[in-house]
């Protein structure tokens, strides 16, 4: 199935891509020489050696979660390719498949005089091959310290960063003396962070650790967890809640009832901003949550595209008190929201709960997973892969990727802010909005 905005690319000049192990180190460890493939009286057998069942398994599993068909021949001419840029020369098989691959790496692999170099090799190759997968770039070879780090990253964790440090403040410190040291740091650069880029950046540092540290919930989670908030909330008048959501993880959810329950009183309050600008995304696996207390349990949120079929998720919750009371919904992006956060606008927007205000998204409409690799060849080192399973589509049907969720009122367009007063007759949310742009 072809969508528009997916074009087919040639495959010529795309080991281009940094590998996991820095540039120059393939190309000097690797006989010269075009090999080609074994005769038949050659005999392969995996028992040989330990690397063409870990090169097997990553050809089957590209194969069968790779979110577009590949025929042995497409899969195989990758292999080719990344092989002849390890070691400079160009390779010829007999026939284009998995078997005659293994051959031919095979006999490469013989010629390597140290286990460490067949092991680069190996590793090198797999790596070329993922991120040479369609988008470029973002498939790859992962080793357990890089599973490590994005699974910190999706569950918005940094081990690195100490938020009590950062604020000079002692982990059971009250909640008034993290409060006096935010104050008194803020007072500290706020002034020099207008002139100076090492200021404002210390000035964002705590900012950030008083977000973690001021509110006592999130603070139990972080001391706990070592999760930190996703969402920055406060009241801009009193008829307009603001929601940040700074990126997507599993306690996003759990977030968004917790601070809207926080302002849920009085009668004034019917206005809500979602601001989705700059959020990279995250957490795929949330959003039939997030997404249920805005369009309703069991509803069709959104839809994955793998190998030809199209998958629906619907939602698992249902509408959420706290947020039933707002009458005027809008919704923030620009050109860097991305990922699980583009689906969210695209569901948003299909469902006409809120006004898309902005620019076009980033257009990084891509679901990555980690598989498992069961044949290993390394004894200090586990490898896994991080691939490209599905594609996201957006409320029209056509992928998110390269192109992105475009605003229902795009701030480019001369007199964007007369086009927003339409939808509400509201001079003070439309002020207000420009004040945030």
Same mark, same amino acid.
């Given at each position: 199935m072809?969508f528009?905005?997916?074009k087919?690319r040639?495959?010529?000049?795309?080991f281009?891509v940094?590998?996991?192990?820095g540039g120059?180190?393939a190309?000097g460890?690797? @006989?010269?020489q075009?090999?080609?493939s074994p005769?038949?009286e050659e005999?392969f057998?995996f028992?040989?050696n330990?690397?063409s069942?870990f090169?097997?398994?990553?050809y089957?599993?590209?194969?069968e979660?790779y979110w577009?068909s590949l025929s042995?021949?497409?899969l195989t001419h990758?292999f080719?390719?990344?092989i002849?840029k390890?070691?400079?020369?160009p390779q010829?098989?007999?026939k284009?498949n998995?078997e005659e691959l293994?051959?031919?790496?095979?006999?490469?692999l013989?010629?390597?005089?140290?286990q460490?170099?067949?092991? +680069?090799f190996?590793?090198?190759?797999a790596?070329i091959?993922l991120?040479?997968l369609?988008?470029?770039?973002r498939?790859?070879?992962?080793?357990?310290?890089d599973e490590?780090?994005?699974k910190n990253?999706v569950e918005?964790?940094?081990?690195s960063v100490?938020?009590?440090?950062?604020?000079g403040v002692?982990?059971?410190?009250?909640?008034?003396k993290?409060?006096?040291a935010?104050?008194v740091?803020?007072q500290?650069?706020?002034?020099?962070?207008?002139?100076s880029?090492e200021?404002?950046?210390k000035?964002?540092?705590?900012?950030n650790?008083f977000?973690v540290?001021?509110?006592?919930?999130?603070?139990?989670?972080y001391d706990t967890?070592?999760v +930190?908030?996703?969402?920055?909330?406060?009241l801009?008048r009193?008829n307009?809640?603001?929601? @940040?959501?700074?990126?997507?993880?599993?306690?996003?959810?759990d977030?968004l009832?917790?601070v809207t329950?926080?302002v849920d009183?009085?009668?004034?309050?019917?206005t809500?901003i979602l601001?989705l600008r700059?959020?990279?995304?995250?957490s795929?696996?949330?959003?039939?949550?997030l997404?249920?207390?805005f369009?309703? +349990?069991d509803s069709?949120?959104?839809?994955?595209?793998?190998q030809? %079929?199209r998958?629906?998720f619907?939602t698992?919750?249902?509408?959420?008190?706290?947020?039933v009371?707002?009458k005027?919904?809008?919704?923030?992006?620009d050109k860097?929201?991305?990922?699980?956060? +583009?689906?969210?606008?695209a569901t948003?927007?299909k469902?006409?709960?809120?006004?898309?205000?902005?620019?076009?998204?980033?257009?990084w409409g891509t679901?990555?997973?980690?598989?498992?690799?069961?044949?290993?060849?390394?004894?200090?080192?586990?490898?896994?892969m991080?691939?490209?399973?599905?594609l996201?589509?957006r409320d029209d049907?056509?992928p998110?990727?390269?192109?992105g969720?475009?605003?229902?009122v795009n701030i480019?367009?001369?007199g964007?802010?007369n086009?927003l007063?339409?939808?509400?007759?509201?001079? %003070?949310?439309?002020e207000?909005?420009?004040?945030?742009?």
């Amino acid at each position: 199935m072809m969508f528009k905005g997916i074009k087919a690319r040639k495959i010529l000049g795309i080991f281009s891509v940094l590998l996991i192990f820095g540039g120059g180190l393939a190309g000097g460890y690797f @006989y010269a020489q075009k090999i080609n493939s074994p005769t038949k009286e050659e005999a392969f057998s995996f028992k040989e050696n330990t690397y063409s069942p870990f090169l097997s398994e990553v050809y089957d599993k590209i194969k069968e979660n790779y979110w577009k068909s590949l025929s042995d021949e497409e899969l195989t001419h990758l292999f080719v390719l990344g092989i002849e840029k390890l070691v400079g020369q160009p390779q010829s098989l007999k026939k284009e498949n998995k078997e005659e691959l293994l051959k031919t790496a095979d006999t490469i692999l013989k010629e390597i005089d140290s286990q460490e170099k067949k092991k +680069e090799f190996v590793a090198q190759l797999a790596d070329i091959v993922l991120a040479n997968l369609e988008p470029f770039g973002r498939s790859r070879l992962y080793s357990k310290k890089d599973e490590t780090a994005l699974k910190n990253n999706v569950e918005n964790k940094n081990p690195s960063v100490d938020q009590y440090e950062i604020l000079g403040v002692l982990e059971n410190d009250s909640q008034e003396k993290i409060k006096e040291a935010y104050r008194v740091k803020e007072q500290e650069l706020v002034v020099e962070a207008k002139t100076s880029t090492e200021a404002a950046q210390k000035l964002s540092q705590i900012e950030n650790s008083f977000r973690v540290l001021g509110d006592e919930e999130s603070r139990q989670l972080y001391d706990t967890t070592g999760v +930190e908030p996703t969402i920055t909330y406060r009241l801009l008048r009193s008829n307009i809640f603001y929601l @940040y959501f700074s990126k997507i993880s599993p306690t996003t959810f759990d977030e968004l009832q917790r601070v809207t329950k926080k302002v849920d009183s009085g009668e004034d309050l019917d206005t809500l901003i979602l601001d989705l600008r700059g959020n990279i995304g995250g957490s795929i696996d949330i959003l039939p949550y997030l997404l249920g207390p805005f369009i309703g +349990e069991d509803s069709y949120a959104y839809q994955f595209f793998h190998q030809g %079929e199209r998958t629906d998720f619907k939602t698992r919750v249902g509408w959420l008190p706290s947020l039933v009371r707002y009458k005027r919904v809008v919704v923030l992006i620009d050109k860097e929201t991305q990922s699980s956060a +583009e689906v969210i606008a695209a569901t948003l927007k299909k469902y006409n709960v809120g006004v898309l205000v902005g620019v076009t998204t980033r257009g990084w409409g891509t679901i990555e997973r980690v598989f498992k690799l069961d044949s290993q060849f390394d004894d200090k080192e586990e490898y896994s892969m991080f691939l490209v399973h599905s594609l996201t589509l957006r409320d029209d049907g056509q992928p998110i990727e390269g192109q992105g969720v475009e605003p229902t009122v795009n701030i480019n367009n001369l007199g964007w802010e007369n086009e927003l007063y339409k939808y509400f007759r509201c001079e %003070e949310l439309t002020e207000v909005v420009k004040e945030l742009i």
